[in-house]
């Protein structure tokens, strides 16, 4: 089954949501905050904009979905207040995409948005100004919106999903499987699938610009943040050891028959 088609975070708003545990990826938007401020103020002093053209890449749901909103309204309105030598129209729109995979949970996403618009009034008043959001499924590893469509690009703790597991993994020698027992780099992976994931970040990374650049208009800006790790050696305890905690979790739901594969098309875990 094709990656795009059944990857999505835990659903909804319940105790094992990830609307309910990402408190970590809201940490790092708040790290990226002043970046993200400085970027939407450089769009404005470049260009004369009334409609502005924003994309959340990777946007998932819960509440880290809007922030980014809010904080690009923020600096608008404290622009459009302070003499900052911008470019602002009395009636600048924001036409805002959330995007993610088909599987996503965007139905909560919409039944939050009253209550968000609502906020927003509330505490901006008439100088809220046009905002129109909508969604936009599907992998970004690819076109998603028309040419010179998007002002401002944003993708936190998303873009180290690779688009499919590289190819060839699944090779054998010596009747072994290249990678067996594991689902990412661990510290017993060969060369060659080391090479394998860096060769398909590499392609990924370069198609996700590609695709960018033509969405783009000039004098856009783009604020990306993704996974990192401490050292350039990926089989570092410190860079593979949860990967090693999640290969044994679910080897061992398969060992205790747990796992049940359907007709090629779906996939699901038993009770």
Not at 2 to 27: D, I
Not at 69 to 89: F, N, P, Q, T, Y
Not at 183 to 199: E, G
Request: aromatic share 8%.
């Amino acid at each position: 089954m094709e990656v795009m088609q059944m990857l999505h975070m835990n659903k909804g708003v319940g105790e094992t949501s990830y609307a309910q545990n990402s408190k970590v990826q809201r940490k790092i938007i708040s790290i990226a905050k002043p970046i993200i401020h400085d970027a939407v103020q450089e769009i404005l002093r470049s260009n004369n904009i009334e409609s502005m053209g924003i994309a959340d890449l990777g946007c998932s749901s819960g509440p880290n979905t809007l922030l980014l909103i809010s904080e690009i309204i923020d600096v608008i309105i404290r622009a459009k207040s302070c003499s900052l030598g911008l470019h602002l129209s009395a009636t600048t729109e924001l036409r805002v995409f959330l995007n993610d995979l088909f599987s996503n949970d965007f139905n909560t996403i919409f039944m939050s948005l009253p209550a968000f618009y609502n906020k927003l009034k509330q505490e901006k008043g008439p100088e809220l100004g046009s905002l129109f959001i909508s969604a936009t499924p599907g992998s970004f590893y690819g076109r998603l919106f028309p040419a010179r469509s998007l002002h401002f690009v944003h993708a936190s703790s998303s873009l180290h999903w690779l688009s499919q597991v590289p190819p060839g993994l699944d090779s054998k020698a010596a009747g072994e499987a290249l990678n067996k027992g594991k689902i990412y780099i661990s510290k017993t992976s060969p060369q060659c699938v080391l090479d394998a994931y860096a060769l398909q970040f590499h392609n990924d990374f370069s198609l996700f610009l590609k695709s960018r650049a033509e969405e783009m208009v000039g004098g856009g800006r783009m604020v990306l943040s993704l996974m990192g790790r401490p050292s350039y050696d990926p089989t570092t305890p410190a860079s593979c050891y949860q990967w090693e905690l999640l290969a044994h979790a679910l080897m061992t739901l398969v060992s205790e028959g747990r796992y049940v594969r359907g007709n090629g098309n779906q996939m699901k875990w038993g009770d």
